[in-house]
Nanobody, 121 residues
Framework: QVQFVESGGGWVQPGGSLKLSCVASGLRFSQNLFSLHTMAWYRQAPGKERDLVAI???????TYAYFVKGRFTVSRTNAENTVYLQMNSLNPEDTGVYYC??????????WGQGTQVTVSS
């Protein structure tokens, strides 16, 4: 069974920054298999569906949703089964619960608890 543990969320004022972390574990990610997986960050705002935020391939190629491009940076450390999301110039529309998972994950896949990000003054 896979497991994702997200952390690093919190409250921040508009214009502020946060860096999220996600550690993946489980058989699917064991024995250096993590680098084979394209990983992604998602977010779910209150009352809305979960949206894809950023994707990173095993060798570090990245893709971003238009609403975070230029402000967020996704990275990973394969040796530590960890994915990061550096978020700058945050605005209230970035408020939500942030999750990591494999790219293309669906509601039927396992999801972690996520980490809450709140942007307000």
């Amino acid at each position: 069974q896979v497991q994702f543990v997200e952390s690093g969320g919190g409250w921040v004022q508009p214009g502020g920054s946060l860096k999220l972390s996600c550690v993946a574990s489980g058989l699917r990610f064991s024995q250096n298999l993590f680098s084979l997986h394209t990983m992604a960050w998602y977010r779910q705002a209150p009352g809305k569906e979960r949206d894809l935020v950023a994707i990173i391939t095993g060798d570090g190629n990245t893709t971003y949703a238009y609403f975070v491009k230029g402000r967020f940076t996704v990275s990973r450390t394969n040796a530590e089964n960890t994915v990061y999301l550096q978020m700058n110039s945050l605005n209230p529309e970035d408020t939500g619960v942030y999750y990591c998972n494999r790219a293309g994950a669906t509601q039927d896949d396992y999801w972690g608890q996520g980490t809450q990000v709140t942007v307000s003054s």
